[in-house]
């Protein structure tokens, strides 16, 4: 079992920039692929940021290309999420998680292990 925890959200507003962090319980995470989603009021969870468990391959949603950037720090089982330039569009609750395998996916199915949720909120 993987406990994740994040931190970092919080109430800021439009063109700021927010990180998150994702604390991983156990080293095992640092061999698996781990990812970012997040879930608006009213939508469906969606894919933000994948990463493989070396941080060689990454992989983002069209909607935060070029503005979020995914990182990880293997030996303090940290991930991050840097977000620059927040739009409202942005605002949801921000989760972690890990992957069955070591690669980077985009689709929640492929994650076993998920964090609680970090508010973000950007106003306008």
């Known amino acids: 079992q993987v406990q994740l925890v994040e931190s970092g959200g919080g109430l800021v507003q439009a063109g700021d920039s927010l990180r998150l962090s994702c604390a991983a319980s156990r080293r095992t995470a640092s061999n698996n692929g781990m990812g970012w989603f997040r879930q608006a009021p009213g939508k469906e969870r969606e894919f933000v940021a994948a990463?493989?468990?070396?941080?060689?391959?990454?992989y983002y949603a069209d909607s935060v290309k070029g503005r979020f950037t995914i990182s990880r720090d293997n030996r303090g089982n940290t991930l991050y999420l840097q977000m620059d330039s927040l739009k409202p569009d942005d605002t949801a609750v921000y989760y972690c998680?890990?992957?069955?395998?070591?690669?980077?996916?985009?689709?929640?199915?492929?994650?076993?292990?998920w964090g609680q949720g970090t508010q973000v909120t950007v106003s306008s």
């Open positions: 998680a890990v992957d069955r395998s070591s690669a980077a996916h985009t689709t929640p199915t492929a994650y076993h292990y």
């Open positions: 990463i493989d468990w070396r941080g060689s391959t990454k």
